[in-house]
């Protein structure tokens, strides 16, 4: 059973605030990662698709490491704002008959003002 | 961007009833599109893979005749809940990936379903 867990559960910062969690995933065959944002009431909303080790990808504020030989990915915020406040998801790619996700139970964010 | 819609947000029904929940894709087409349950304080998890034209495929452990799913067209996918009971209650999610089943599209997801089974 492949098993994707991310940490903290979840975490309360200041405004202002850097902040980082982690994803662990599988070393072996690995094909994708990828990170989600997930306000509450909306849908999830993709934020990078990871692929090659080493690979560093940034969207304004938020970036996301990936080293697929150690099987972990890290997603940093820099300067927090209250509207970062989400749930973060990874999700691990696999093909079975498919191309399938493994989620993971998300890390949730609280910024406060 | 790739907008995906979930229809009901919430149903609460009694239990030995059947629930329909809708996934559209609005503004592409989707080939395959997945459903996802999710409960309290743990992942989503997927539930099966609902392709366009053919037979659903379940992940291991989900019933494929509680949960029904059909795939009509490009653009919608349901799933039937059929004699819901209140261990069905869960929060069900639907996400559709354009272009072909053999790339690595992102996947884009609606809002979600509550379903609370009396």
Partial sequence: ILNVEQSPQSLHVQEGDSTNFTCSFPSSNFYALHWYRWETAKSPEALFVMTLNGDEKKKGRI???????????????????PEDSATYLCAFGVWDSSYKLIFGSGTRLLVRP | ??????????????????????????????????????????????????????????????????????????????????????EDSSFYIC????????????????????????
């Fill in chain 1, 63 to 81: 970036s996301a490491t990936l080293n697929t030989k150690e099987g972990y990915s890290y997603l940093y915020i820099k300067g927090s704002q």
């Fill in chain 2, 1 to 86: 961007g790739a907008v995906v819609s979930q229809h009901p947000s919430r149903v609460i029904c009694k239990s030995g009833t059947s629930v329909k929940i809708e996934c559209r894709s609005l503004d592409f087409q989707a080939t395959t599109m997945f459903w996802y349950r999710q409960f309290p304080k743990q992942s989503l998890m997927l539930m099966a893979t609902s392709n366009e034209g053919s037979k659903a495929t379940y992940e291991q452990g989900v019933e494929k005749d509680k949960f029904l799913i059909n795939h009509a067209s490009l653009t919608l996918s349901t799933l039937t809940v059929t004699s819901a009971h209140p």
């Fill in chain 2, 95 to 118: 996400s559709a990936r354009p272009g072909t089943s053999g790339s690595v599209n992102e996947q884009f997801f609606g809002p979600g379903t509550r379903l609370t089974v009396l």
